[in-house]
């Protein structure tokens, strides 16, 4: 067997019998890829739900996924590859939260997983009005937050007016493709790809040698929508494919805005139908996103305002600050209270007050976060 736990973790997902589900729950039983692979068939009965035919695929299938994961590594390993392992320290925080996180992510570039993320996705069509709001968008964010990140797709239409706005603009910008690290697609957005991975770079779940298949980027969306805290709609008609990317970002607890548009323009209707539903919150420009996300005030201006403000604080707010601090999407009130141990009253009154001094901000559904 291996020596190389890379491999085995590569070659984990190409077993048979085995999806995402089945990876993890194997990798948590047996402690590691390595050790799923050196369990006996006796050893893989004794988990609940396996059969003996899912026991014996998985056995014989061993070499076969061993042998392609080598191949794997060697190309990582020319390409300067890096890897993330989903029980890894450094494996994406925001990604690691979602339920379907991929096992393992693949990365080219120079990708800072810091600051704040925002998606940009919509429709492959744009008017002259969806460019210029893309590109307005992502200029003014990256003129007002210096550790913003723009994330997307490289499809056609909004998703390169994003990549291509925010290298204009030099902040850095993270291609999510639905194929492997051995190619780019489509093929005519290249130079933008190239040019991405010195100022960000490009994430997948996908092995080189993986096809840019239909299944893949519809998979690939709920990345996008994952890695970032906020996904914002720019066009979309009423079935366009950036509508999948916002309901896999409502479903996964992020913030979703989107313009809106003329009722009787068809690229308008998806975003306004978005808002219509309160799946997602209406905005304009970037002062609107950033508003909304409580980014309003630089990160030295936050210290700053948060020093003073800290001093006069009681032991009580202290204790819910402290707790707010540990979450950064927020938490529920119950849960607030839970946590620096006060009641339910006291946990209200002081939040409110702690919202007059601007070190706490409301969001729906009773939940708060520190500002």
């Given at each position: 067997?291996?020596?190389?736990?890379?491999?085995?973790?590569?070659?984990?997902?190409?077993?048979?019998?085995?999806g995402?589900?089945?990876?993890?729950?194997?990798?948590?039983?047996?402690?590691?890829?390595?050790?799923?692979?050196?369990?006996?068939?006796?050893?893989?009965?004794?988990?609940?739900?396996m059969?003996?035919?899912?026991?014996?695929?998985?056995?014989?299938?061993r070499?076969?996924?061993?042998?392609?994961a080598?191949?794997?590594?060697?190309?990582?390993?020319?390409?300067?590859?890096?890897?993330?392992?989903?029980e890894d320290?450094?494996?994406p925080?925001?990604?690691?939260e979602?339920?379907?996180?991929?096992t393992?992510?693949?990365?080219?570039?120079?990708?800072r997983?810091?600051?704040?993320?925002?998606?940009?996705?919509?429709?492959?069509?744009?008017?002259?009005?969806?460019?210029?709001l893309?590109?307005?968008?992502?200029?003014d964010l990256?003129?007002?937050?210096?550790?913003?990140?723009?994330?997307?797709?490289?499809?056609?239409?909004?998703?390169?007016?994003?990549?291509?706005?925010?290298?204009?603009?030099?902040?850095?910008t993270?291609?999510?493709?639905?194929?492997?690290?051995?190619?780019?697609?489509?093929?005519?957005?290249?130079?933008t790809?190239?040019?991405?991975?010195?100022?960000?770079?490009i994430?997948?779940?996908?092995?080189s040698?993986?096809?840019?298949?239909?299944?893949?980027?519809?998979?690939?969306?709920?990345?996008?929508?994952?890695?970032?805290?906020?996904?914002?709609?720019?066009?979309?008609?009423?079935?366009?494919?950036?509508?999948?990317?916002?309901?896999?970002?409502?479903?996964?607890g992020?913030?979703?805005?989107?313009?809106?548009?003329r009722p009787?323009?068809?690229?308008?209707?998806?975003?306004?139908?978005?808002?219509?539903?309160?799946?997602?919150?209406?905005?304009?420009s970037?002062?609107?996103l950033?508003?909304?996300?409580?980014?309003?005030?630089?990160?030295?201006q936050?210290?700053?305002?948060?020093?003073?403000?800290?001093?006069?604080?009681?032991?009580?707010?202290?204790?819910?600050?402290n707790?707010?601090?540990?979450e950064?999407d927020g938490?529920?009130?119950?849960a607030?209270?839970?946590?620096?141990g006060?009641?339910?009253?006291?946990?209200?009154?002081?939040l409110?007050?702690?919202?007059l001094?601007?070190?706490?901000?409301?969001?729906p559904?009773?939940?708060?976060?520190?500002?």
């Amino acid at each position: 067997m291996e020596d190389n736990e890379l491999i085995y973790q590569i070659a984990l997902p190409l077993l048979p019998e085995v999806g995402l589900h089945w990876s993890k729950a194997l990798v948590w039983h047996f402690g590691s890829a390595g050790a799923v692979f050196r369990a006996t068939k006796q050893e893989l009965l004794a988990l609940p739900h396996m059969g003996e035919r899912t026991a014996d695929a998985l056995i014989s299938g061993r070499e076969r996924a061993l042998e392609r994961a080598r191949k794997e590594a060697l190309f990582i390993e020319q390409h300067q590859i890096k890897t993330y392992w989903f029980e890894d320290d450094d494996y994406p925080a925001r990604l690691r939260e979602l339920p379907d996180a991929p096992t393992m992510i693949y990365t080219m570039g120079n990708i800072r997983f810091e600051g704040h993320w925002v998606a940009i996705v919509g429709t492959r069509t744009p008017t002259d009005r969806g460019v210029q709001l893309c590109h307005d968008l992502v200029t003014d964010l990256a003129r007002k937050l210096p550790d913003i990140t723009i994330v997307s797709g490289l499809a056609y239409g909004i998703d390169i007016c994003a990549h291509k706005a925010a290298l204009e603009a030099g902040i850095p910008t993270i291609i999510v493709p639905a194929h492997g690290l051995d190619r780019i697609y489509p093929a005519g957005h290249r130079q933008t790809a190239v040019k991405a991975l010195k100022q960000g770079g490009i994430l997948t779940e996908y092995m080189s040698e993986t096809q840019p298949e239909k299944q893949n980027f519809v998979a690939r969306k709920r990345i996008v929508a994952g890695l970032t805290e906020a996904t914002v709609v720019i066009e979309s008609k009423d079935r366009g494919g950036s509508l999948i990317t916002a309901g896999l970002a409502n479903d996964y607890g992020r913030d979703v805005f989107a313009f809106p548009g003329r009722p009787s323009d068809e690229i308008a209707r998806g975003c306004n139908e978005l808002i219509r539903k309160n799946r997602a919150a209406l905005i304009c420009s970037a002062d609107d996103l950033i508003y909304a996300m409580g980014w309003e005030q630089t990160s030295s201006q936050q210290t700053s305002l948060t020093e003073a403000l800290f001093a006069d604080l009681s032991a009580e707010e202290e204790a819910v600050m402290n707790a707010l601090r540990q979450e950064e999407d927020g938490m529920h009130v119950n849960a607030i209270a839970e946590a620096s141990g006060l009641s339910f009253p006291e946990t209200s009154s002081i939040l409110f007050g702690l919202e007059l001094k601007d070190l706490v901000r409301a969001l729906p559904g009773s939940r708060y976060r520190a500002s």
